[in-house]
Each structure stands twice: as structure tokens, then as C-alpha cells.
């Protein structure tokens, strides 16, 4: 038995660890991180860099499909063969690359492979044979695919986004499980490059949208593309030769019946915190067994533990990953003395098309506030030209200051507007800041231009009617 003594001990050395590790190591060299598993980010091997690899592939065979309307007819195959070999060969040797080498240039005493697992507060197990003990502790193990137990009878034929990457050539075709991000972007995709796809939705919403409005557009939108069953449950699988078997119940009671090659099962993700075995680490958990912790200081319970990325349970996107690494690191560094850190502007984007953008407070988090809606419809001169005119855009305002608080998009090119919508919460900025912007023509900024005064005319008579109220009081 080898045991190693440290001041901290990282487990997991992927966006948030690498994070936390900047962090630390400038300050001593008395750490530890701990891998298990290969080593190479969520985003780089098998989320964000892969899937947008798929994306733009998709995107290429559609352009070809509807190049018509401008009258440049055109033809072209998908060879899926090509499509994956390509796919893989760019993350391998740009994006994981980079972040191998990353982790190349970390000092071997500073890395430990293996799964940790307390045996005892301030004590790891790292397999079967080193003993890590620490003072503080940063928990960024990451997270895996949720399958459920339904599926269990045709594994065999069973993706998840950790695995369909890896896929040698395209199936025929694919039942997609779940309407999260992971499920549309890849679904989409399948389908634009031949695949014959099925989604199956549970809540027949698209949860990331708030507003109901925003929430059945975005489902109409989709579904005059795909072929999507929104609303119910799996209720069986099984295989035989001719593939895996889906029995599906709608929230009608109606039960469909198909087959397919391939399930790629996308409900979500689950914290590898339950392999830890923090029950020996003497820190709280709710009803459910997620870790209680502070999200301004990633602090767990009264405890030199801290944690951060998907290790969470919410899910955070690349950047906020990061962020709570550093977080958590700088709270370690500090402790027992916790700062709160200030947290970056909501912002989530799904690679849709049209894409889904959600910036700031969602129109669900300013229930109760008094807001104003900016909405039109994405159909900005620029969207016409590209003949992507669907979708929508609703910016929220505080009724009173004019301050932009929070926004959900629906439309072509969406992440551009986001991101200029972030900028200005990230400012505390009014819409009428925003409206001293010079917006080019035609641009598909223009849109944000066109929305912003619609809040502000509605800003207008609002207050005009509260004036009205007063008076009349």
C-alpha cells in the first residue's frame, strides 16, 4: 500500500479540474489530480467539439437538399463512413489533442490515475492500492449518460452521446430518447444525413424554453421536420433480428410500436459523485443523495470539500464548468474564509436550426417581477435573404429601469444575438444603451435593434398606465 500526503486532492481532470488545477498549482505543489478514465475533456471526446463536428456535416447535406429555392440545383450523397472518419480525425487530433497536451506538460507527481473513493473523512482510496490523504478536497469527477432500466433488453444496440461517435458507419435508422439538448442537436443531424429518426419526448416540452408560447413554437418548428413523439413514456423494448423494438405510450394512452437499428438514449446526465462513496466524507445530502453545497462558493456542507462542474448534478455548460472550478479552487485556497463569486449571465445554446438561445433570467425565474416582453417574429430582411424566417424572439425588460434582464430565442443564427444580449446584461445595460449601438443593414442585428424598441414602446405604455392609475387613486 502506497499512501501519498497532500494539501489538496482534485478528482477529475476534465473542464472544471483542469480549472481548478490553474488554479492551485500556482500556489503550491503540494497536490494531486486524479483521473479515471482516459483522460481528454466531456466537451473535447464526446460533447460539445464532436457533436457541432456532426452538425456542420448535416448542415452541408441540407443546404444541398433546399439549395433549389435559390435556384441552384444540386445533388450529393452522404457517405457515412466519411462523415464519422472525418468527425473522429478532427477531435482526435485538434481538440482532444490540445487538451492532452495540456495535460502533458502537468508534472507526473502532480497526476494519479485511477477511480477515488473516500474510505474516511480526509482519506481517498485511488484503486486498489495508493491511499490519498488530504486537507481539502476538490470534487470534479464529472458525469455519464442516465439509461433507465427499461432499456436494459436491447443494450446491445443502445448509444448514448458517450458512445455514438464511435460508430463506424451511419445506421439506417435511430430511435432518439428525450428532448434535451443532446437529443435535438444529434437527432437533427441523423436525420439531415439519411438516418431515418424517431424522437421520443416524455414532457412534450422543450425544457429549456420558458415561456409557453416560446415552448410550442419551438416543438412546432421541429416537428415540421422531424418525426417526434413528445408527450409520453417507453413503456418496453426488446430485440430480434430485425433490431431493437420500441413500445411507446403517448399521454393519449396510444401505444406505437417500431423498430430500429440503433437507440441513442439522451435523458440526461447523472453526477459520478455517487461513486465517491461519500458516505465516509461525513458530508450532508438531500432526499435524493445529491451533495449539498453552496453555489456562490461550491462548498460542501461545513467542510474543506468543495465541488464543481457536471459533478453538481446541474449540468453546467463549458464555460460555467470552468468558472466553478476556479471557484471551488479559490475557495480551497482561501479556507476556511469563503468568497462568494460573482456568477457570469445565464447562457445555453442549442445547435438546432432554427437555433434555441436562453440568456440571463428565463421568463419562468422573473415570475412575480414586473417585466415588460419585447417579441417579434425572426424575420429580420437578413433572415428573409436566407429564407430563415422562422422562430421567434422574446427579450424580457424591468418594467421600470428599462434594464435588460434576461431573453429566450428561437431562430436562425440565434447564438450571435445571445451572445450581444449577455454583453449587455453582463453591463447592467437598458435597452435604450443598446439602442445606441449602430446596427449595420441589413444584418440579422437589426432584429435586436427592432425588438428592443418594441420593449421600449411597451415600457411606454406601461408606465403611462401606471401614471393613470395613480391619478385616478
Known amino acids: 500500500m502506497k499512501t ?5 486532492a482534485i478528482i477529475g481532470a476534465g473542464t472544471s479540474g483542469l480549472g481548478a488545477y490553474s488554479r492551485i498549482s500556482r500556489q503550491t505543489d503540494s497536490l494531486v489530480m486524479i483521473q479515471d478514465g482516459p483522460y481528454g475533456t466531456t466537451c473535447a471526446r464526446v460533447g460539445c467539439m464532436p457533436s457541432k463536428l456532426l452538425i456542420t456535416a448535416a448542415d452541408h447535406a441540407h443546404h444541398l437538399q433546399t439549395s433549389d429555392f435559390f435556384g441552384v440545383p444540386a445533388s450529393g450523397r452522404v457517405e457515412g463512413r466519411k462523415v464519422l472518419e472525418r468527425l473522429r480525425r478532427e477531435r482526435d487530433d485538434r ?10 506538460k502537468i508534472p507526473a507527481h502532480h497526476k494519479l490515475e485511477g477511480r477515488a473513493r473516500f474510505i474516511g473523512p480526509g482519506r481517498l482510496m485511488v484503486g486498489e492500492g495508493i491511499e490519498v490523504n488530504a486537507k481539502k478536497f476538490i470534487l470534479a469527477c464529472g458525469s455519464r449518460p442516465a439509461i433507465s432500466e427499461v432499456f436494459e433488453p436491447v ?7 458517450d458512445t455514438v461517435f464511435e460508430l463506424e458507419d451511419l445506421p439506417r435508422s435511430i430511435a432518439v430518447i428525450g428532448m434535451g439538448v443532446i437529443a435535438l442537436e444529434l437527432g437533427q443531424a441523423l436525420h439531415r444525413l439519411g438516418v431515418a429518426t424517431t424522437i421520443y419526448g416524455r414532457s412534450g416540452k422543450i425544457n429549456a424554453l420558458t415561456h409557453p408560447a416560446m415552448q410550442r413554437q419551438a416543438l412546432d418548428v421541429l416537428a415540421t421536420e422531424l418525426d417526434i413523439h413528445a408527450s409520453g413514456q417507453v413503456r418496453s423494448t426488446w430485440e430480434d433480428a430485425e433490431g431493437a423494438w420500441i413500445e411507446y405510450e403517448q399521454s393519449n394512452g396510444e401505444r406505437v410500436t417500431k423498430v430500429f437499428d440503433r437507440v441513442l438514449v439522451a435523458t440526461g446526465r447523472v453526477s459520478n459523485v455517487d461513486r465517491l462513496g461519500m458516505e465516509h466524507a461525513d458530508v450532508e445530502s438531500s432526499d435524493t443523495g445529491a451533495i449539498r453545497f453552496d453555489p456562490q462558493t461550491m462548498r460542501c456542507s461545513h467542510h474543506p470539500i468543495f465541488i464543481a462542474g457536471d459533478a453538481t448534478d446541474h449540468l453546467p455548460v463549458w464555460h460555467e464548468a470552468y468558472d466553478e472550478g476556479r471557484i471551488a479552487a479559490d475557495n480551497a485556497l482561501n479556507y476556511p474564509d469563503a468568497a ?3 456568477r457570469r449571465p445565464p447562457l445555453m445554446v442549442f445547435f438546432t436550426d432554427p437555433q434555441i438561445a436562453i440568456v440571463g433570467q428565463s421568463f419562468q425565474r422573473l415570475q412575480g417581477r414586473e417585466i415588460v416582453i419585447g417579441e417579434l417574429p425572426f424575420a429580420s430582411p437578413r433572415h428573409v435573404v436566407w429564407n430563415k424566417v422562422q422562430g421567434h424572439i422574446q427579450v424580457y425588460l424591468d418594467a421600470r429601469s428599462g434594464a435588460i434582464l434576461g431573453a429566450e430565442l428561437l431562430g436562425y443564427q440565434a447564438e450571435h444575438l445571445a451572445h450581444l444580449l449577455a454583453l449587455a446584461i453582463t453591463h447592467g445595460m437598458t435597452a435604450e444603451q443598446v439602442l445606441e449601438m449602430p446596427i449595420y443593414h441589413p444584418s440579422a442585428e437589426e432584429l435586436l435593434r427592432d425588438v428592443l424598441i418594441d420593449a421600449q414602446k411597451k415600457r411606454r405604455s406601461h408606465a403611462a398606465k401606471e401614471m393613470s392609475l395613480a391619478s385616478s387613486a
Do not use: H, I, K, Q
Open 155 to 161: 443494450m446491445a444496440r443502445v448509444l448514448t452521446s
Open 340 to 342: 462568494p463569486a460573482a
Open 4 to 8: 501519498m500526503n497532500v494539501e489538496y
Open 95 to 104: 481538440f482532444v489533442a490540445r487538451n492532452l497536451g495540456y495535460v502533458d
